[in-house]
């Protein structure tokens, strides 16, 4: 929870509406629910939240329902994105009883045949079913759940995927009340698809969909008299687990080695969920299957640097070149540092300073013009950019690095991927595959 708080922090409120990276010229009304709905989970989990911010986005949220709803003008299927919104906005409003039923049953009504997510249908059931229209909000719930997610557009434009709405669609039956066997059965469907994932070589997880799947579990474990007890067996030792509502083991490198097996009794269904974490021993493989990333250095003054031991206090220009071969409007560039060197932000030196200097036909000075950035971070360890790359298109992002700490480090290779589709990345080559720093 701390963490999401810090997360909102990097978003900005204007007039009760957020914008995703703080920015004065853009705002997305697509996350004023999301984090309205956010702020009423964490008042009622017991945080202190601020109520000024919280009622700013449900007075938005409300005017913009009683007002006929955000157009999302210039955006793909913006009448479907239109009623998406309407009905999460009505759910949130609905959760403090300030949902306008009329509003309500005529989307219901008349503007049901523009959904084309399930999850926007079952957020609007469930607004009707809150505000006391059990009939319509069942019929709405019904037709969420008999939509396939695989109908869902490759990109909606809601930071969502058929995975993350399907596990919040349950959620969200149980965190109010009205759920059923046959839509929980839908959580078998999830567990196939992870492990479609899993056994395809790849399990990346947008963030959305790491929500949605501990909200899930969080909803599944509500109320849940069913226990869990078995035989726990590593290697030759086997232990007996008593009875529980939950049971979970950390098991380092020898502990696998020796082999685990759980043998569980109980009250079917169970659930089961397994992480593992660690570090690679070979960098990933250079993969432009979805989007190209590659990586170039120069010195101060725009020529390309030979690679070389760098001396102790001396800079370098990194320049990333990304060409994504699918549209990604929320494409994320992360590029981590070899130790050794520590990042440095342009727009904090002196700009005359690179008033003149050309990397590659860009001028450093004006490079902002070289990709289309929604946003950029300079942390400790990595470069992070935030981008709309249209398909075919190339962009260019760059950033200052300088030597600090004297040693031979791996230069870990750049990575590109879709924020909300991760399954589509690309993974650049490491050149120099190392760098070492030197005292001057």
């Given at each position: ?63 913009d329902l009683l007002s006929g709803g955000n157009q999302f003008y210039g955006q793909d299927r913006r009448d479907a994105l239109k009623f998406a919104n309407q009905a999460y906005s009505g759910y949130v409003l609905a959760r403090v009883n300030r949902a306008p039923l009329g509003t309500l049953r005529t989307l219901w009504d008349n503007e049901r045949s523009k959904a084309v997510t399930g999850l926007s249908l079952v957020h609007l059931g469930v607004a009707l079913s809150l505000q006391g229209d059990s009939k319509r909000g069942q019929a709405a719930i019904a037709a969420g759940f008999a939509r396939p ?292």
């Open positions: 929870m701390e963490g999401a708080f810090g997360r909102l922090a990097s978003m900005q409120v204007a007039n009760g509406n957020f914008s995703m990276w703080g920015s004065d010229d853009y705002i997305n009304p697509a996350l004023t629910p999301y984090i309205a709905e956010f702020l009423l989970d964490a008042k009622e989990a017991g945080f202190a939240v601020p109520e000024n911010v919280l009622q700013k986005a449900l007075n938005r949220i409300s005017e997610g695989t109908d869902r557009p490759a990109w909606f434009g809601d930071y969502g995927s058929p995975l993350r709405d399907d596990a919040l669609m349950i959620a969200l039956l149980h965190e109010r009340g009205l759920a059923k066997p046959e839509y929980d059965a839908r959580v078998v469907n999830l567990g196939r698809e992870l492990d479609a994932r899993r056994n395809s070589g790849w399990l990346w997880l947008s963030t959305q969909e790491q929500v949605a799947l501990a909200r899930l579990g969080k909803a599944l474990m509500a109320n849940q008299k069913k226990l869990v007890s078995g035989e726990l067996a590593i290697g030759g030792k086997v232990e007996n687990i008593e009875a529980r509502k939950v049971f979970a083991r950390v098991f380092d490198m020898a502990q696998l080695a020796q082999g685990v097996r759980f043998s569980p009794q109980g009250e079917a269904p169970m659930f089961a969920s397994l992480d593992v974490a660690g570090i690679p021993r070979q960098a990933p493989a250079p993969d432009n299957t979805h989007i190209g990333i590659e990586r170039s250095w120069y010195g101060t003054d725009g020529k390309p640097w030979t690679p070389r031991p760098l001396k102790e206090g001396e800079a370098l220009i990194v320049r990333l070149g990304i060409t994504a071969n699918v549209s990604m409007p929320d494409a994320l560039v992360t590029d981590l540092l070899p130790a050794g060197l520590e990042i440095e932000n342009f727009n904090l030196g002196d700009a005359k300073q690179w008033a003149d200097v050309v990397v590659d036909g860009v001028e450093i000075s004006d490079r902002a013009r070289a990709a289309d950035v929604k946003h950029e971070e300079f942390r400790d360890d990595r470069y992070v950019a935030a981008l709309n790359l249209p398909r075919g298109g190339k962009a260019h992002v760059f950033y200052l690095v300088r030597a600090v700490t004297p040693g031979t480090y791996t230069v870990p290779p750049p990575l590109a991927e879709d924020m909300y589709r991760p399954d589509l990345r690309g993974v650049g080559r490491s050149n120099p595959t190392t760098i070492t720093v030197v005292q001057p």
